[in-house]
């Protein structure tokens, strides 16, 4: 029995419950499943296929997004399923609660999901002990990509010293550090994305990287998570920000506010991000406006919206050298993951020149 066969008979069940009840299931399901060495029902795993990318050996070029293990306690759940690199997060300083339920909507028509999460996390600390005691970790099994962002009630002229604190603690488990200012559920955080504001934020992260260097002998890429959201003058300066500041990489991109793909349907006026289908095309469009300003001098790391092989393909296309999946997982299921490391399999001989 193939790995989509299976999920196509476990998601109308998961689909008959709410969506967070269906994620709090599935993810210690996934976890016990991988302690236990039973995720052979999880079919092959994609074949090697490595990519350097800022700097880092990524075993293969799809990810899983950060939002889906905010506290990362699923781990090494999500390592059985083949990716090529695992982002959790976002964490904030302390832990907070996020928003009331519910705060997550599937919209089946659009193949998509609303959520307003809010950044729900057990804080910094609690994720930092989560992510040590993974085998995943401890190991050195892969790549880990470690998301953090701001308290809802720290003040946004403060929320540099969030991603300051997050960033020390984090740093030496992590191969690599997103800063997430992009998140619709955060009052004012897309607010950082502002020149002036974007600015002040990677002139400080940016220093605070190079200590932290110095500190533990080892350099850790920092990535910047941005919106769909933006116009090609707002891309433009973004850019011209991350090449100033000589940021590592970006992730282009987080959800969407906009509505017009979901409107009159059940739940499409729900406040929160936007993501899946509705996603694939906007975030293409920014990656193009971003590799038209960067060229090869910044990787980007594309995700939005990829449901199969040839969208994945699409996000390479526009200008990403990574992908990432997170909805298209909920709607698509395991065998997403291997069908996008084989569409984008470099040929033995191409591989050699990158």
């Not at 499409?268 to 001098?297: F, T, Y």
Request: aromatic share 6%; with cysteine.
């Amino acid at each position: 029995m193939s790995d989509k066969f299976l999920y196509a008979l476990a998601r109308p069940l998961l689909f008959s419950l709410e969506p967070e009840t269906a994620h709090h299931l599935v993810l210690p399901a996934l976890r016990c499943a991988a302690r236990y060495s039973l995720t052979d029902f999880l079919g092959r795993r994609p074949a090697a296929d490595p990519r350097t990318v800022m700097g880092i050996t990524f075993p293969n070029p799809v990810g899983m997004a950060a939002g889906l293990d905010k506290d990362g306690a699923y781990i090494d759940g999500l390592a059985a399923l083949g990716f090529g690199f695992i982002e959790v997060g976002t964490v904030t300083p302390r832990a907070q609660p996020g928003n009331p339920l519910p705060r997550m909507f599937r919209l089946p028509a659009a193949s998509a999901v609303i959520n307003r999460m809010g950044f729900n996390n057990g804080g910094v600390d609690a994720f930092v002990a989560n992510v040590q005691s993974s085998r995943f970790y401890q190991e050195r099994q892969g790549v880990l990509g470690l998301n953090i962002g701001k308290n809802a009630d720290t003040p946004i002229e403060r929320a540099a010293e969030d991603y300051l604190h997050c960033l020390e603690k984090v740093y030496p488990y992590a191969s690599y550090v997103t800063v997430n200012i992009s998140s619709p559920n955060t009052k004012n955080l897309r607010q950082l994305q502002g020149a002036s504001e974007l600015d002040a934020l990677l002139s400080q992260l940016k220093s605070a990287q190079h200590r932290l260097a110095d500190r533990h002998g080892r350099y850790v890429p920092v990535a910047l998570k941005i919106a769909p959201d933006m116009d090609m003058e707002q891309v433009k300066n973004v850019a011209d920000a991350l090449l100033r500041h000589q940021i590592d990489g970006v992730i282009a991109t987080n959800t969407t506010i906009t509505r017009d793909a979901v409107k009159g349907m059940p739940h499409g006026e729900e406040a929160g991000g936007l993501s899946g289908k509705p996603v694939l095309e906007l975030s293409n469009q920014v990656i193009r406006g971003l590799k038209a300003e960067v060229g090869d001098a910044l990787p980007i790391i594309g995700v939005g919206g990829i449901f199969s092989g040839a969208d994945a393909r699409a996000k390479i296309d526009a200008g990403a050298s990574l992908v990432q999946l997170y909805t298209g997982l909920i709607y698509q299921g395991p065998a997403l993951v291997r069908e996008c490391a084989e569409a984008l399999r470099m040929p033995v001989a191409a591989s050699a020149h990158h």
